[in-house]
């Protein structure tokens, strides 16, 4: 082997160590994300069967009053309490005549149109912190200025965004939610849809919401890179 041929060498042997590197810990965080689904399914197909009591069997209120058949699927420690707030709509231009708000983002206007209607941007603004509790029918959440309760069954949407951060919208009153962080955010959304899913007895969709997410996962397993050829 040449001196040029040896250099080659020893840089594509630097290269596959690197890829090696990587391909392990892409395998790692993907076996670990495997893992947890699987052990999501566990709870899920459990909690169906009427063994939900098996992986819930903290008793503990923390401060909450429980009803006779409520008990704590999560409790959440200093959680930040979400409102979500939106600025007035707008109509710019033309001639709008009477214009009055009707529900959400719609607006009519009376009389002859030729402007534009601008709807008020969105923001969440973070006004109290406190503790929560998911349960098998609510979340509620106590803080230093206000509390608040969430029930599932009358619920229309919850909405888990970046940063660690759930919303949740209520057949009346304005949309609110609660911030947890990044870090454990997997697990507390797993919770809140499972404590979702057995209010409201959809705990077989629920478990195929998780399958599908298993079959996209097992997609995207890595692959180990290719052994550099000899001559």
């Not at 209607?117 to 503790?131: C, H, Q």
Request: with cysteine.
């Amino acid at each position: 082997m040449g001196i040029f041929s040896t250099i080659k060498q020893r840089a594509a042997n630097k290269a596959l160590a690197r890829a090696n590197q990587q391909y392990g810990q892409e395998l790692a965080n993907w076996t670990k994300d495997s893992a947890a689904i699987e052990e999501m399914l566990t709870v899920v197909r459990d909690c169906a069967a009427g063994k939900a009591r098996d992986h819930f069997v903290d008793n503990g209120d923390y401060g909450f009053m429980l009803k006779a058949d409520e008990y704590a699927i999560a409790q959440l420690q200093g959680v930040m309490y979400l409102e979500v707030v939106k600025a007035p709509t707008r109509y710019s231009g033309g001639y709008g005549g009477v214009s009055f708000p009707l529900f959400g983002r719609v607006r009519i206007n009376t009389g002859r149109t030729g402007g534009q209607i601008i709807p008020g941007e969105e923001s969440i603004d973070v006004t109290d912190s406190g503790n929560a509790l998911i349960t098998n029918t609510r979340i509620m959440f106590a803080g230093t200025k206000r509390t608040h309760e969430w029930k599932f069954d009358k619920m229309m949407s919850c909405s888990h965004l970046d940063g660690g951060m759930t919303i949740f919208a209520m057949n009346t009153g304005k949309p609110a939610g609660l911030g947890y962080g990044d870090g454990h955010a997997t697990e507390v959304q797993f919770r809140i849809e499972l404590a979702a899913a057995m209010a409201l007895g959809t705990l077989e969709r629920y478990e195929g919401e998780l399958l599908a997410e298993k079959t996209q996962l097992e997609t995207t397993k890595p692959v180990a890179p290719a052994p550099i050829a000899t001559a």
